[in-house]
């Protein structure tokens, strides 16, 4: 199927590795040119090299630089001569207990996993629904739909952003211009991320990481792990002409792990 979006401009945020990679990486085989942003120079570069070489049609820019301070943001938004597909993603909030967390821990979550992608989503909008295309992509988590006890954190601040999305989404002067907002929730997925979370997990238990990934595959219906690169397909397909009908919406990707009809 061809997505029909060459030559746009893609805007994908924390992408050096795991799902935001996924996502620059499906997008530049659609013939996007992405800007790719992370705060590590040296991973940011050589994901970029990599993705010259494989598509070498697209123009691929690199910014190295935190996204969730006005000035990575600032960077980032500078990069791309215009931005028609944002990707809005970052890392993760620490999981813990409420119970230890001051005003400063609940503003940084805040900041990264709600006020960040609504600063990006300010910056483009209207610059999409002035063009008549736009696709709006966040990555949020599959706690969103069922919280993880542990990540409160994340739980909220991503609820947060999913509520003021829900909203936006549904304005005619956004939804009429052919601009949707959608977010992918991932369940678990291999990446960095999902590692060194099980290697904290595999430390308290005294097991090896293998042997926590083996326990934690078996209680997936699907008895594996997601790949990046099925992510990235399903962020491609929600930034392609086919799916302007398709806006508001949380898609879960998971291996059918949420265990509800809806
Ligand atoms: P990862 O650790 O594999 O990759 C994170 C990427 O984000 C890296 O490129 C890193 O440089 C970049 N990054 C992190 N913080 C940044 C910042 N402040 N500014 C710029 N770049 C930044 O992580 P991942 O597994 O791809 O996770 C991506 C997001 O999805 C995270 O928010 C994570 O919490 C969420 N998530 C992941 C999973 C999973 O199973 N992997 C599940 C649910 C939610």
Redesign the pocket.
């Known amino acids: 199927m061809d997505m029909g979006i060459t030559g746009c401009w893609a805007l994908v945020?924390?992408?050096?590795?795991?799902?935001?990679?996924g996502c620059a990486e499906a997008l530049a085989a659609e013939g996007v040119n992405v800007v790719i942003?992370?705060?590590?120079a040296e991973?940011?570069e050589a994901t970029a090299a990599q993705l010259r070489e494989r598509f070498p049609s697209v123009s691929v820019r690199t910014v190295a630089?935190?996204?969730?301070t006005p000035e990575?943001r600032a960077a980032a938004l500078a990069a791309a001569p215009r931005v028609d597909i944002l990707v809005n993603?970052?890392?993760?909030?620490p999981p813990g207990d409420f119970r230890d967390w001051d005003r400063e821990a609940w503003m940084k979550a805040i900041d990264?996993?709600m006020l960040t992608p609504i600063e990006l989503i300010k910056a483009t909008v209207d610059g999409m629904a002035e063009r008549g295309f736009g696709r709006i992509v966040n990555?949020?988590?599959?706690?969103v739909k069922a919280p993880i006890d542990i990540l409160g954190l994340?739980n909220g601040a991503r609820s947060g952003l999913t509520g003021f999305v829900a909203g936006l989404a549904r304005q005619p002067r956004i939804a009429s211009r052919n601009v949707t907002l959608n977010a992918l929730?991932?369940?678990?997925?291999?990446?960095?991320?999902?590692r060194?979370t099980m290697a904290g997990a595999a430390a308290k238990a005294g097991k090896s990481i293998e042997a926590v990934m083996d326990e934690r595959r078996a209680l997936n219906p699907a008895r594996r792990?997601?790949t990046?690169a099925e992510f990235g397909a399903a962020c491609a397909f929600l930034c392609s002409v086919h799916a302007g009908y398709i806006t508001g919406q949380n898609i879960l990707l998971d291996g059918g792990a949420y265990p509800g009809t809806f």
């Open positions: 945020c924390a992408a050096s590795k795991g799902l935001g990679r942003t992370a705060r590590g991973a940011l630089g935190d996204i969730t990575g993603n970052a890392g993760g909030p990264a996993n990555i949020t988590s599959a706690a994340s929730l991932p369940g678990p997925f291999e990446t960095d991320r999902l060194a792990f997601g990046p």
